[in-house]
């Protein structure tokens, strides 16, 4: 009994320690497919290799606004990605000329160019928010 007391005491600060982060996905087209998001702590394959992402998860897509709930989620430096998998096929889909065919969303805002991890990393704090608007070209 005085075990399961001491553990509970001294694991109950780490357990406090995880919130829930929110990411609202700006500027959904329509409700096909879905909004798949990747957390990554770090540079190891960001943007794209899943693999090696700490969270992932994937939502229906929901014109406008979707948002995306990760419970249990720890405080950090993190980038986050989300794509628009419009066709479900768990790939960013791109032209011949390598441009995404789905919306693209980066933490920090980065649109134009292929996003580093020290450009897109992010502090995300107990309960936080992060708000990604989805570029379609």
Request: glycine share 8%; hydrophobic share 45%; proline share 6%.
């Amino acid at each position: 009994m005085f075990r399961e007391i001491f553990a509970t005491l001294l694991l109950s600060p780490l357990l406090a320690q995880a919130g829930e982060l929110t990411i609202q996905v700006e500027g959904v087209t329509d409700a096909t497919g879905k909004i798949a998001a990747l957390i990554f702590a770090n540079a190891d394959g960001f943007p794209n290799e899943s693999t090696k992402a700490a969270r992932k998860i994937q939502v229906d897509a929901r014109p406008g606004i979707t948002e995306v709930k990760l419970p249990d989620f720890k405080p950090g430096r993190y980038a986050v990605c989300v794509i628009h998998d419009s066709n479900q096929n768990a790939t960013l889909d791109r032209n011949f000329f390598g441009i995404p065919k789905e919306g693209v969303g980066i933490s920090n805002g980065i649109r134009r160019e292929m996003p580093s991890f020290d450009k897109a990393v992010i502090d995300i704090k107990d309960d936080d928010v992060v708000v990604l608007p989805l570029k379609y070209w």
